[in-house]
């Protein structure tokens, strides 16, 4: 009997280890952490205030897919699993997204909160073209952009803009390359109902010493999405009112100089992640407002145009008792 206890046991063991280092061709793409930006955001040698509530940064889980994870996603109703070449898109750009979040989430919260920021933003570094795009052969890693369409270019904010409002196939675009200033025309293409041209960008920032010493610690998250959620943090930490108004209010969206929300990808997967971590509020860049009430679970989703309108939003929150 002991034996066969034994025998069944090391079967088992044998198993999951085979589930967990077997890998597929596929990726996990699921609902992600709903985190307290709270915990990582350190304002120094400032008044700052207390709150009753919590901001949340959600994200969505890209991770390769061994075969626990496939029976993950047959048993999560909100989980995927996407081919990998698909999932490449995303590319490893990440960390240096985060960054440049993490600069312009400071500068927008400190001039919200009243504070003289100057930096000088001047475009759109490419971090990497993917490799079915149309820009291949036309725009490097590397290169920034200074216009597009027509308008000046300062931010990836104002790129994507540019981008979703010009109506040509052939999208004009000058850019900086090693010293040397050039024009080309890409074409575009459309996908999940937005305007392509198939590279990965930050913005490209000449930043001056910021007037607050603001430390941000986001772990191991990486991307651009978090951008809104730790201006939210920062402003309210900066000012007397609270602006959570006692409750758990979660969110994404990027962040431009001046406090404009773009739009991110994944957010279904972000209200979810929302929703299980108790979150009774979801802030949502315009242009994901449908796909976030799509999803139908009980939060209230709410419009995040700019960082101006949001705070307006919260401000008119009724305190929870």
């Known amino acids: 009997m002991l034996t066969r206890v034994v025998h069944g046991v090391l079967l088992a063991t044998l198993l999951g280890l085979i589930a967990h280092f077997v890998e597929t061709p596929y990726v996990l793409r699921a609902p992600g952490r709903a985190s307290e930006v709270h915990s990582m955001i350190s304002i120094h040698e400032v008044k700052t205030y207390p709150s009753r509530g919590r901001f949340l940064l959600t994200t969505v889980i890209y991770d390769r897919a061994n075969l626990l994870y496939c029976l993950y996603a047959a048993i999560d109703p909100f989980a995927e699993l996407v081919p990998t070449g698909e999932a490449n898109e995303r590319a490893d750009a990440g960390d240096q997204q985060m960054e440049a ?45 200074t216009s597009a369409g027509g308008r000046q270019v300062r931010t990836a904010e104002e790129l994507v803009q540019a981008l979703q409002s010009d109506r040509s196939h052939n999208f004009p675009v000058g850019f900086v390359r090693d010293g040397e200033h050039a024009e080309t025309e890409v074409p575009t293409y459309q996908k999940g109902g937005r305007r392509l041209i198939g590279v990965q960008i930050k913005t490209e920032l000449d930043a001056p010493q910021l ?43 990027t962040i431009g100089p001046r406090g404009q929300v773009g739009p991110v990808s994944g957010v279904d997967l972000k209200v979810v992640a929302a929703y299980r971590a108790g979150a009774t509020h979801f802030l949502c860049p315009t242009e994901n407002l449908a796909e976030a009430r799509a999803v139908g679970l009980p939060l209230e989703i709410m419009e995040a145009e700019s960082l101006p309108r949001v705070v307006k939003t919260l401000d008119a929150l009724a305190p929870k008792s």
Request: aromatic letters at 6%; charged letters at 20%; a negative charge.
């Open 101 to 145: 979040s993490e600069f312009l989430a400071k500068w927008a919260a400190l001039e919200m909160a009243g504070y003289s920021v100057s930096p000088r933003p001047s475009g759109a570094r490419i971090l990497s073209v993917l490799p079915e795009s149309p820009a291949v052969g036309k725009l490097e890693a590397g290169d920034i952009i």
């Open 211 to 253: 007037p607050v010493d603001i430390d941000i610690q986001p772990g191991n998250i990486s991307g651009a999405s978090a951008g809104l959620m730790f201006s939210l943090e920062i402003y309210n930490q900066l000012t007397e009112d609270d602006l959570t108004r006692g409750y758990r209010i979660a969110g994404t969206g």
